[in-house]
């Protein structure tokens, strides 16, 4: 197949990324790039890694389309009484046949309407401050009755009480902490932060508020200030349980263990029938290898808390009598814990541990350390936020499970990931695609105000126009220029976000292997990636009229055990710039198979790019199908291989010792 010609009206083509030609070898690539006029916002040419034609039309004044009673479909958010909630809860519609995912967070009255809901099956997740997660799968035939849904909201046993009685602040103060309290509940965490300030202004030695702020900086994940107001909340009202709790679960955090031991034990003294104290005393007791008085917390933990989820504290208990040498007890307490806490974040970990127990028992595997590398206790009763209602959440706000006792082989795996990378530079100029846009502008939780859809042709090329220097085009064939794409905004680049592990370019990231993990029910290794602050940016940039600014990009990847594959790119800005507060891509490939010739070529499935630009928010996917090679003649020379071939350098890719995946 020939490239198809395109006329140079048709084209919209990369221009240069990296202005800094003279710094050693790179690859002049990225994964978005803006160029606006800080008076008009008209777009201003540029240089850069994609096109740099872009404005922004924000539609503030759009109405939302009637939504047909047929077509609807309203969620209503309650709590074990089947009252609304006090609280915004943020909700996830999955329509499984398309597989495509909305969402949305509840309005005043604890309902949600989704619009143009057609037939078929769904999955329907909540979550909101204070409580656990709840998940309901649902079928839509014809009936109008069933497209109103309730979801029922049952109480987190783990979660921090943030109300307080009225005399327990100020009156000057009190608007403004309950202000706070409610932007805590639904996670609008910048709100509250608002508040608190007013709040402290007011009333800097109230026990309360230095409490809110040291949750509010839990939340931040800002230790030093959480340790701080905690320490200062405890400090003024000692009798006040919860601070004191809290405070030692930050320095529990901090790994500052007798320290969070004798915090523990003060808050144990302050109200010996709170569950929490004696669970995360028993955990205190379990690092410092006191293995007898961590089991005595930990029953006393379940005691005083079967009421209220005391069951969670099975996890110290199991931890305990295994390191006492009681593996059967600890081993039947890791389980109920199962059983009882079926929707908590640490089910991977605790399976992976009875998995190594039982196989050890068993003489599968030699003795060795049952305490694994995460502190579980901690992992099972982190207080959480909703998800975020318009964009995935942070990076480095959730770390997915990875197996116990995995020892990851890093260097091979990025020489493994680079030679693939090096693969994808070579087979990228040998095909073209058909590419589905999909682009939609956001309200602030998440509903679609505007949705339109393109369909381009595409074809890109990769040159080396000097050693160790990549100069990626693109080329897409555009009806009416810039002018024809959505809000005038113009991506490009966002397929090539895996040349991060080209070795030409790696050196300029801090990278670590976070362990062994899953994609889909593949085993994958978890590589964490950050731009180096002692090196210069040459993978991305944002422009402002004349100011440029390096757009610096963390993330996390997921490279395939038998292959070294990138399957997955997770990445985000490292931290906000000017107009733009969010820049987060989401990056899926995967082989694609040419029959004729028998070929494999790993490439790009799709893109998912969520924006916040001038405080107004956009959602893209790219989806590439119907892929086409052009002529190739020398296979062997492109590095391109047939199917089920295997490069000797990954031969090695797992470790040698056996392992359960998480």
Known sequence: MERPKLTQAQITKRLYLSRHFFI?????????????????????????????????????????????????????????????????????????????????????????????????????DASAVGYLS???????????????????????????????????????????????????????LKEAQKELAKAYK???????????????????KDSDKAETYLGQAATLDPRKVQAVTLLGRVQ??????????????????????????????????LK????????????????????????????VLGQALVNLGRDQEGIKALKIFLETNQSNTAIPQVKALITQLENRDSGLSSPQNAEPDTDLALAASAPTLPESAWGPPGVDEVKPPVALGAACPFQQVLEGSGERVKQFVDNIAKFSAI???????????????????????????????????????????????TTDLPDHIVTSGTMTLALIFHPDMRDNFEMSCEGLGDWHGQSAWLVHFRQRDDKPNRFAEYYVGAEHYPMNMKGRAWITTDNLQIVHIDAELVNPLPRMAVQHQIA????????????????????????????????????????????????????????????????NALPIAPMKNP
């Not at 035939?141 to 307080?164: C, F, I, N, Y």
């Not at 808390?305 to 504290?313: D, E, I, Q, Y």
């Not at 595409?458 to 555009?478: C, M, W």
Request: aromatic content about 10%.
């Open 24 to 124: 050693g070898a790179g690859i002049s690539l990225c994964g978005c790039f803006l160029w606006i006029s800080p008076a008009t916002g008209q777009a201003l040419p540029g240089p850069g890694s994609i096109q740099s034609n872009i404005e922004l039309r924000v539609n503030d004044g759009v109405e939302k389309p009637q939504c047909p009673e047929t077509q609807k479909l309203v969620v209503t958010v309650v709590n074990e009484k089947k009252v609304p909630l006090d609280r915004q809860a943020t909700v996830k519609l999955h329509d499984i046949k398309r597989d495509t995912q909305t969402w949305d967070t509840t309005a005043k009255d604890s309902e949600m309407l989704f619009c143009n809901i057609d037939f078929g099956d769904y999955e329907i």
């Open 134 to 188: 709840e998940h309901k799968d649902l079928h839509l035939t014809g009936t109008v009755e069933e497209r109103e849904v309730q979801l029922v909201m049952h109480k987190d046993p783990t979660a921090v009480e943030l109300s307080a009685p009225d005399d327990a602040i100020p009156a000057g103060a009190r608007k403004e902490a309950k202000r706070a309290v409610a932007a805590l509940r639904s996670a609008h």
């Open 202 to 220: 007011l009333a800097p030695s109230n026990p309360q508020i230095n409490f809110l702020y040291g949750y509010l900086y839990m939340q931040l």
């Open 252 to 285: 529990l955090e901090r790994k500052e263990y007798e320290v969070a031991q004798k915090t523990l034990e003060r808050a144990v003294k302050a109200d010996s029938g709170y569950w929490m104290a004696h669970y995360l005393l028993g955990d205190a007791y």
């Open 288 to 315: 410092q290898k006191d293995y007898e008085k961590a089991r005595e917390q930990a029953q006393l933990a379940i005691d005083d808390g079967k009421s209220s989820g005391g069951n969670v504290a099975q996890l």
């Open 435 to 481: 590419e589905d846009m999909v682009h939609e502008q956001l309200d602030k939780t998440g509903n679609p105000i505007t949705k339109e859809t393109r369909k381009f042709t595409y074809v890109a090329s990769i040159t080396e126009p000097q050693p160790g220097f990549l100069q990626t085009d693109e080329y897409r064939n555009l009806r009416y220029g």
């Open 588 to 651: 899926e490939y995967g082989p694609v198979h040419f029959q004729k010739k028998d070929l494999d070529l790993w490439l790009p499935q799709n893109v998912d790019t969520f924006m916040e630009l001038n405080r107004h928010y956009y959602y893209r996917r790219h989806t590439y199908d119907h892929y086409m090679l052009f002529a190739v003649d020398s296979m062997e020379k492109s590095g391109l291989f047939k199917s089920g071939d295997k490069s000797p350098v990954i031969k």
